[in-house]
Structures are given as C-alpha cells and as structure tokens.
C-alpha cells in the first residue's frame, strides 16, 4: 500500500494519505482526522481492494463517515465540514486482466491450465470479479481457464484443481487474484494445490496424477496499478 501510494503521489504531485480497515495503523477515521488538521476540505478515498463486499459496504464508509452503501457525503469532522468521494475496487478493470496475462507469459508455459483464485465472499462482488477475469483470459486465447475460491463460494480451488486435471495438462498456472501475500497465498492455497508452502510451485499428485503447478504472485506491486488509480483520479480534474 505504501510503495503504491508513494507512485501515485510521484504521478499526481498531490499528497497521498493511507489508512487501513482494520488491523493496521492509521484506521480510516484516524486519517480522516489527521488530513482535516492538516487543512484539506475534500478527500477521494480510494479502496486498494480487488472487490467489493462489507468492508466495501458498511465498514469503511463508517470509518469515513458517510452513508452505508453510497460513494460519498458532507461530513463534519472536528467541527469542519469535509466532502468526501468514495470510489470502488478496480478489480473490474481490464488491466487486471493484462497483469494476469503476463503473469503466464512470465511461467513460460503458453498451454497450461489456468486457474483464477479469489479469497471468496459470503457476499456475490469477489465471485463476479474472479469469473470475469477469468473470462477475459479466455477472450486471450487460453482454451482451458477455471476459477475457484479459498473459502465461502464454490467452486473450491480443490473443485477447479479437479477440473484442470481432466484436461490432460501436464502444466498448471495458479493466478490469484489477492492484493499481497498472507496465510492464505503462503499456507492454506499451497496445502489445497498440494505443492510446498511459501513456494512457487512445485509437482503434485494430489489430483489423480502428477502436474506441474506454477503459483504466481499477488497482484497488488504491480505498478500497472497506479495507472488504474490515476483513471479513477481524471473525474476529479486531477
């Protein structure tokens, strides 16, 4: 979040805060603060998020303090009145897509199976984005593309691993579709996959026979990004 933020500055000349939903410091409402000390009047809040959901939703535009499910408001902060925007996830742009594309190129094996990974949601926005960037790499040219989720939505990674196989490939790109690495991309995606954890790739047969499975990287340093946030910046005459 800081590298990209520190981008998008470089590329807009204009001072770029970062908070965060939970966890880590500053929360939303502690920037908001910090920045309406500092004298702004209007923030564009830009989730670095691949999809929507109650984060989305409900928490963060709490932590802005505008209405549940809307893109912005007049808030009073400190006695100040600040407008807020608050903008989406990019993961329905088709950069996402171009990044993904690349991701395969790097593994060097142009007729592998690919499977998309998203974290998965009780709510439909991850499910929505996963298989539409799914269907962009087949729009690619790539025969064999298949999606499945860590968690809450089907189909399983274990489902879309099955189903890979049945194709006859001897080589398996895995894309997940996740901002950075965690327990998610280091332990529990490799345990599914049956490959090493905090690894690359690696052979399994967990599935029946023996493939070739290739993990690429999160999406969220790549700097193709930034361009995706200063899109959503043109709006705003910035």
């Known amino acids: ?37 500092e004298g702004v009047e209007e923030i564009i809040a830009m989730p670095f998020f691949i999809a929507s959901g109650l ?29 807020i925007h608050f903008e989406q996830p990019f993961g329905s742009d088709p950069v996402l897509a171009d990044i993904l594309e690349k991701r395969i190129q790097d593994f060097g094996m142009p007729d592998s199976s690919i499977i998309v990974v998203g974290h998965g949601s009780r709510l439909p926005y991850n499910k929505e ?11 690619k040219g790539h025969k064999h593309v298949f999606y499945g989720f860590n968690e809450f939505n089907e189909p399983t990674i274990g489902d879309a691993m099955n189903e890979a196989v049945k194709t006859g490939a001897e080589n398996i790109v895995v894309l997940p579709l996740f901002i950075t690495s965690g327990a998610h991309i ?22 029946g026979r023996s493939v070739n499975i290739k993990l690429a990287m999160p999406v969220g340093r790549d700097p193709r990004l930034v361009d995706v946030l200063v899109n959503k910046l043109e709006k705003y005459g910035i």
């Open 1 to 37: 979040i800081e590298m990209q933020a520190s981008a998008l500055e470089e590329r807009t000349g204009i001072k770029v805060w970062t908070a965060y939903n939970e966890t880590t410091m500053p929360l939303v409402d502690m920037a908001v603060e910090d920045m309406v000390k």
């Open 55 to 83: 984060h989305i939703t409900r928490d963060i535009p709490r932590g802005l303090g505008i209405p549940e499910n809307s893109s912005g408001g007049d808030v009073n902060v400190g006695g100040k009145n600040v407008k």
């Open 186 to 207: 280091g332990e529990d995606i490799p345990e599914t996959l049956g490959i090493p954890p905090h690894s690359d790739g690696g052979v399994s047969t967990k599935y």
């Open 129 to 139: 984005i996963i298989s539409l960037n799914a269907e962009r790499l087949k729009e």
